[in-house]
């Protein structure tokens, strides 16, 4: 299916805003709810009235706007079941395996544990998006607040598992940091170099490094290679668990 519209922002200091809009309905999804004054100027711009929050994780800056947009608009927020108790307005609480509808068009709950423990990923398999928030960015992943590196692994591997083509919306344009970390895990490798020089490009010109693909992110992430005999060697780990590599490699970043 396809036909939905997206309209991506920033907002606060370092977060993307992401509104989903289906034209026949007027349906209209804020991914998140980071800040509300760019929301609202993104629906101005796009003449679109909020309908729904999908909130991925109980982050302030995730969900500072939600009761504010709630009383403006009368939204349906919709969040994960696992810290519904931290989410302001929740009024559906989805765990992993739900699916519910988005106009018309099926989205699917993917729980990922690891920078929150109830942290959930909204995945439209029709439309071949994924609204990945903290816990896949490109060329990283969030930092383990709330669960060790294992579930987080676990976690990212149920993201790997989507096809190659699945376009991916993230939550933080943390891509150059996160780059200029990769060439230090992996600084042989030729498809994070031609990567990395595509990301100055597009940032030198102004552009947004959202949204990703999960084929991209599986040929470049260090984080999402923990099996590439390349970087195992260059960490010393040619014998080490996929998640204890990962682990090793977030540990590098949170120190970098
Ligand atoms: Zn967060
Ligand atoms: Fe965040």
């Not at 302030?60 to 608009?73: G, I, M, Q, W």
């Not at 909204?122 to 709330?146: M, N, Q, S, V």
């Not at 060790?148 to 993230?170: E, I, N």
């Amino acid at each position: 299916m396809t036909g939905l519209e997206i309209e991506l922002f920033r907002a606060r200091s370092d977060n993307f805003g992401v509104l989903l809009h289906d034209p026949a309905s007027g349906s209209t999804a804020s991914i998140d709810a980071p800040e509300e004054q760019p929301i609202l100027d993104a629906l101005a711009r796009r003449g679109w009235t909020l309908t729904d929050i999908f909130t991925t994780h109980h982050h302030h800056d995730h969900v500072e706007a939600n009761l504010a947009l709630k009383a403006r608009f009368g939204v349906t927020i919709t969040g994960p079941v696992n810290e519904a108790d931290k989410i302001p307005g929740i009024d559906r609480s989805v765990g992993d395996g739900d699916r519910f509808d988005f106009a018309g068009h099926p989205v699917e709950v993917i729980e990922t544990p690891g920078h929150t423990a109830g942290h959930i990923c909204f995945y439209l398999p029709e439309d071949k998006l994924l609204f990945a928030a903290d816990t896949l960015f490109a060329l990283g992943c969030g930092r383990l607040f709330e669960r060790p590196a294992k579930d987080m692994w676990t976690s990212l591997s149920k993201l790997l598992a989507l096809p190659d083509d699945t376009v991916v919306y993230f939550g933080h344009e943390y891509t150059l940091s996160n780059a200029k970390f990769a060439v230090t895990v992996d600084p042989d490798g030729a498809a994070l170099r031609d990567r990395v020089r595509e990301i100055e490009a597009m940032l030198a010109a102004g552009k947004h490094t959202a949204p990703t693909t999960i084929g991209v992110e599986r040929r470049t992430s260090p984080f999402l290679r923990p099996g590439d005999p390349a970087i195992r060697k260059h960490l010393g780990m040619e014998n080490a668990e996929d998640w204890e590599v990962f682990g090793e490699i977030r540990a590098r970043k949170d120190a970098f």
